[in-house]
């Protein structure tokens, strides 16, 4: 099996910074890709930005792009998500996500196999 662990929610004030780590650990060999989603109170599961584990490939959000950004130590099996100007629109639970399966979309829920238990941040304005 796999267990994803997400680590460093909290709180932060608007245009603050903050950074998410997420350590995927057992049977990992089968990862193709890793993202976090997250989810607002009342919303959907929502797609924030993924990284490729065997090619060079990244994709982020419009909604966060150019304050989000998402990186990875391979060989730790970590991956992470800085975020930076945040708002108070950002504020969610923040779910880290690992997909095995060779077909399916790189931001949509349905397709990644492994979720973490999720990470709270907080915006206030």
């Known amino acids: 099996q796999v267990q994803v662990i997400e680590s460093g929610g909290g709180l932060v004030q608007t245009g603050g910074s903050l950074k998410l780590s997420c350590v995927a650990s057992?049977?990992?060999?089968?990862?193709?890709?890793l993202a976090w989603f997250r989810q607002s109170l009342g919303k959907e599961r929502e797609f924030v930005a993924a990284i490729s584990w065997t090619v060079d490939n990244i994709y982020i959000a419009n909604s966060v792009k150019g304050r989000f950004t998402i990186s990875a130590d391979k060989a730790k099996n970590t991956v992470y998500l800085d975020m930076s100007s945040l708002r108070p629109e950002d504020t969610a639970v923040y779910y880290c996500?690992?997909?095995?399966?060779?077909?399916?979309?790189?931001?949509?829920?349905?397709?990644?196999?492994?979720w973490g238990q999720g990470a709270q941040v907080t915006v206030s304005s």
């Open positions: 996500a690992l997909q095995t399966r060779r077909i399916g979309r790189y931001d949509s829920v349905e397709t990644f196999d492994f």
């Open positions: 057992g049977r990992t060999y089968n990862t193709r890709r």
